[in-house]
């Protein structure tokens, strides 16, 4: 494969996150497997004669110039985008979830559905055991003890699935492998073993489904389905319970029956159904000895299969489809240009560990990602499951950073280690071929063999790097993609709906502390952790001070003492006080794109200082300073020209070429920031008060 010498042109106002994209050693070494993306359109005519080539009418220009635009607003998110089309179905009234018994409800619900009284009483069996202890019914306590469910029936899986029926192994007959469950939003995989009720050769021999109780065995990627899969295991596993009460089962209403209804999501009802349909398809196929019979699936699965996928014989294209705007937008392009596309949806979350903290997001992601496909022309598309590569690369990451003290920044890692590391690993071992890896990333790559050191074969797209956000917008309008009006996500990319506050509280719990004035000493307030707390923050913190002290805000939080557990606040931020603290820092893994500084040591000498436009956080700002590194240049002292809002230890600071959209590395402020404002706290103290 040809190699070109390039140079990484990212628009700021959407980069900040990208910008550090090539900056960690799995990166790296990506990068160094190679990159390609469309050359720089040098001119609006260009740009004009490449969307004509593409069938795109022209779109509005604005102030800017194609060779070197100005900087905007927007940042770049790895935005969450896809979905599932579900079909309308009609369902009982829910019953209430802290019933237990035979209720009139359940009753009732008998009279709906052909459930026998032994999978009724299986059921009240279970919800005793799960729902029926949480007091009020609360949904999130009822979710977590979903969750909890399934490693303590794993563990159980480890020994004799079928240990509570006393039967021979030999006799029992067990579906040779576990299925994959479809239609289900998580990746679950389960296997049926039916255990014969009596051990004479009449009944055996018979192979009536009256004649056998019922067991599974499975596995998910997902804690909450994993949950439900061990509870519905439970069911089934009742004493009485036998496969012909099994296949009476109405699968469409069992949340119903199980009070669960109201407490899960659509497509988690769905996915339970899915369950019981797949454990019922199994237990036909095992009586009648046809093992070629399909589940039913939903009617997003039987869209997907009716309908012929678009295919040419174009390059073939690994495209990462969020739902987004933008990632939908790059999709288009990249098939107007005759490339052969699947679209690929990475499943991050981690609705399923905090599951009892809010809505699982990426259920509606996931049908926005199906609907742009089928909109596209029935694009193929595929769900990856990285839920466990994601909570070792990116959320323990961002759980250690946070006990630290420091400001986690998991969105650059997300890009870095998952959607740029782990997914790259997954193709490599599915087997698929592909020509291309493509994102919806605005960023550029540009041929400069006379100041880039590092040789990147032709690998990866980014079809949108030459437009602005808004033209963006402008294309899906003109393409009528069924996102088009999708506002764009906010917040942490896996967090969803989830708050980051409570995302934190969830795996640190608290560790309360005093909130210090720190120009006087005087404890003004108490928080609840460190990991709380950023600084330059103003929202919330008037929560954990006391009312006489809110009073004289509004307050800023300026230093974190990590071995003293203070948040040390400030309500004369804006003041000389703290000119040099907002303006001075050190930084550390400092690394350049092109692999080594702009501005290198030769023969030992000392380090040059460097002019550079830097963006400090998520937003549109960009400021200059001067960077002077040391030592080995993995660590360097930055002066900026004007104060900055709040620099936090374990933010990312990225570096670009003065008055140019290149982006030439970045580095992490650190501790050592902290360090030296607190070395001279007292003097600060002294000052003040004087």
Excluded at 3 to 21: G, M, Y
Aim: proline share 4%.
């Amino acid at each position: 494969m040809k190699s070109i010498f390039i140079r990484l042109i990212i628009w700021r106002q959407h980069v900040h996150l990208l910008a550090c994209l090539g900056l960690s050693s799995p990166v790296l070494s990506f990068l160094s497997s190679g990159i390609y993306s469309t050359p720089l359109a040098a001119s609006a005519s260009y740009r004009a004669a490449k969307l004509q080539a593409w069938g795109v009418s022209s779109i509005h220009r604005d102030t800017c110039t194609w060779g070197r635009c100005r900087r905007h607003s927007t940042v770049l998110r790895s935005h969450r985008d896809e979905s599932i089309n579900h079909e309308d179905q009609s369902t009982p009234l829910f019953l209430d979830a802290t019933k237990s018994g035979l209720t009139p409800e359940t009753t009732k619900l008998q009279q709906k559905a052909p459930f026998s009284s032994s999978i009724l009483t299986s059921i009240e069996r279970v919800k005793q055991r799960y729902i029926s202890t949480v007091e009020d019914g609360n949904s999130e306590s009822i979710l977590k003890l979903i969750v909890q469910a399934g490693p303590e029936w794993s563990r159980k899986q480890q020994h004799v699935p079928s240990s509570q029926f006393e039967t021979k192994e030999e006799l029992n007959i067990r579906f040779p492998d576990k299925e994959r469950v479809p239609g289900c939003l998580a990746t679950v995989h389960l296997q049926t073993i039916l255990i014969p009720t009596a051990t004479t050769s009449d009944s055996i021999k018979s192979k009536s489904p009256e004649n056998y109780h019922v067991s599974i065995a499975g596995t998910s990627d997902a804690m909450l389905s994993g949950g439900l899969l061990a509870m519905l295991a439970n069911v089934l596993s009742g004493d009485d319970v036998t496969a012909a009460d099994v296949l009476e089962l109405d699968s469409t209403v069992l949340t119903t029956a199980m009070g669960l209804q109201s407490v899960l999501s659509r497509g988690r009802n769905d996915g339970m159904a899915s369950m019981m349909r797949v454990v019922q398809h199994q237990i036909q196929s095992l009586l009648s000895g046809d093992r070629t019979t399909e589940p039913s699936a939903p009617s997003y699965d039987k869209q997907s299969r009716s309908a012929e996928p678009m295919t040419n014989n174009g390059p073939k294209v690994a495209m990462l489809l969020s739902g987004g705007v933008d990632s939908s937008v790059a999709l288009h392009l990249l098939l107007r240009q005759n490339y052969n596309v699947t679209a690929f949806y990475l499943r991050i979350w981690l609705e399923d560990e905090l599951a009892h903290l809010g809505e699982c997001p990426w259920e509606d992601d996931l049908k926005v990602c199906q609907a742009v496909c089928e909109h596209a022309g029935n694009v193929p598309l595929q769900t990856v499951s990285l839920g466990k590569e994601y909570r070792e690369r990116v959320v323990q990451y961002t759980i250690e950073e946070a006990q630290r003290g420091r400001t986690p920044n998991p969105d650059i890692m997300c890009n870095s280690r998952v959607k740029f590391g782990c997914f790259l690993e997954y193709i490599e071992k599915s087997g698929m071929e592909f020509d291309y890896v493509a994102s919806g990333h605005y960023a550029r790559l540009e041929e400069d063999a006379t100041t880039a050191t590092k040789v990147i074969p032709e690998s990866v797209l980014f079809p949108i790097g030459d437009f602005k956000k808004s033209q963006v917008r402008e294309l899906a309008a003109q393409f009528q993609l069924p996102n088009r009006d999708r506002p764009d996500s906010q917040g942490l990319c896996f967090l969803g709906k989830v708050r980051f506050d409570d995302f934190l509280s969830s795996y640190l719990g608290n560790n309360p502390g005093d909130v210090v004035d720190a120009l006087n000493g005087e404890v003004i307030g108490h928080h609840n952790g460190l990991w709380y707390h950023t600084v330059g923050q103003r929202k919330g913190i008037g929560k954990v001070m006391f009312p006489i002290a809110t009073a004289k805000g509004p307050w800023y939080v300026v230093a974190k003492d990590q071995e003293r557990n203070i948040v040390y606040v400030s309500n004369r931020y804006e003041e000389e006080d703290f000119a040099k603290a907002r303006s001075e820092f050190e930084v550390e893994d400092v690394r350049w794109i092109s692999g080594v500084p702009p501005k290198p040591s030769r023969d030992g000498a000392e380090w040059q200082e460097m002019q550079l436009d830097m963006k400090i956080r998520h937003g549109p700002k960009i400021v200059q300073g001067f960077l002077l590194l040391k030592d080995d240049g993995s660590t360097g002292n930055i002066r900026l020209e004007k104060k900055d809002g709040g620099l936090a230890p374990g933010q990312y600071v990225v570096f670009y070429q003065s008055n140019t959209d290149e982006c030439l590395g970045a580095g992490v402020i650190s501790e050592r920031h902290w360090s030296n404002f607190l070395n001279h706290y007292d003097e600060l103290i002294v000052t003040s008060t004087t």
